[in-house]
């Protein structure tokens, strides 16, 4: 940041009662949060809308106990358009806000929807919960493992009710599938194997330039150590691509797999140890650094899950570009992103479901709302800490490739057997945006 910036941010925070060393006064001064009664509509803050941002948020939109009050992003252009939007949709015009700091004193905002780019999900659910938010945060649930961990010590701190966005939880095929596999019928289930398969674009980063003077640069890079703007990177979405900010396809398309395959196999807790094997192998001239093939594997007593990347092969597995099978000693099961289908040892069909990706959407945000009425953090499909196990088995994934070693994880610590792992936990985050200390 320059001198200059640096100024303006200073200037801004003492203006709105920011500590400069972070945000810490600013929650300080945040009332503890009340229940939501059940004749109230609750009330939420949008932070980040340009694109699924603005999915989810219309899903809170549609439910008539709900009323979307802030609209948050700090590209002007796109809160401007949202604002004008939610008005045509809803009648209400939303508080348009431009830095998220302005809504953690705000008593009359019941929860955050969290939508940003992936460096940003963990801080904002730390920042939420500790201003007496609950928060709907977006998948995966942190940039890295230090962050996940730390978000969660928080929400618990707080009592707050946190869903991460992996909404296939709510859809009911998982649930059935869950079931049938519970039932016994396929014996036991020893073995699972999720995958992504598909041809992705190269990436390829213009000349750094000087940011728009409608976008607020400096927090979007957040804790981030500082480089120039690049257009490609914060507007054409090759932040997901880069370590500082996105978590690759593994953190994007895999936790969904990782997480419904885990869930039907009854794996509730981090892996015991993992490994990985591959890298950058296809897209060898660009500039995305995270790999484009994986083959990870994940251990737990007497239980294994593999994870299977191909982003420039097109050819499916099993007839679908994603999707995951259960291995028992009886005989099979197959899960995509919106049905289920079971076979014996002979391969025959024995039975089967399916139901709308859309709907499962909408019960993923319904029963966020319900659990805020009712302070049951059981009831919540897939509550802070199950998200973590899956956004952690992510960035494991890429610890494991990134050392080149098979990882012991110790479950309690969410440490390694490694020093050289374990030295990829976290990161050390820009002043103004650290992470809070955790016992």
Known sequence: MSHDTRRE????TAASGIAASGIAATLASAAPRRAVA??????????GVRGRGNSVMQSFAAEPDCIVTHICDVNEPVRQQR????KQRTGLEPKLVRDFRDLLADDSIDAFVVATPDHWHALLTIYGCQAGKDVFVEKPASHNIAEGKTAVAIARKHERMVQVGTQIRSAAFLSEAAEFVRSGALGKVLFGRAWETDRNREIHLGKDGTPPATLDYDIWQGPVAERPYNAEIVLGGAWRWLFDYGTGDLGN???HRIDFCRYAMGLDTLPEAVSCAGGKLFFTDDHQQWPDTLLVSYEWPGK???YEMRLWSKPKLFGATEGAVLYGENGTLMLTNSSWKAFDAAGNLIKQGASDLSAAQQAHVR???DAMRSRKRDSLNQELYSGHVSSAMCHAGHIAWRTGKRLRLDAATETFDDAAANKLLGREHRRGYELPQIG
């Not at 941010?9 to 801004?12: A, N, S, V």
């Not at 604002?83 to 939610?86: K, Q």
């Open 253 to 255: 398309d895999g936790v």
């Open 304 to 306: 294994v899950l593999q």
């Open 367 to 369: 029963n966020f709302l």
């Open 38 to 47: 059940a004749s109230d509509k609750i009330r939420v803050a949008c932070i």
């Open 83 to 86: 604002g004008a939007e939610m």
């Open 9 to 12: 941010f200073l200037k801004h």
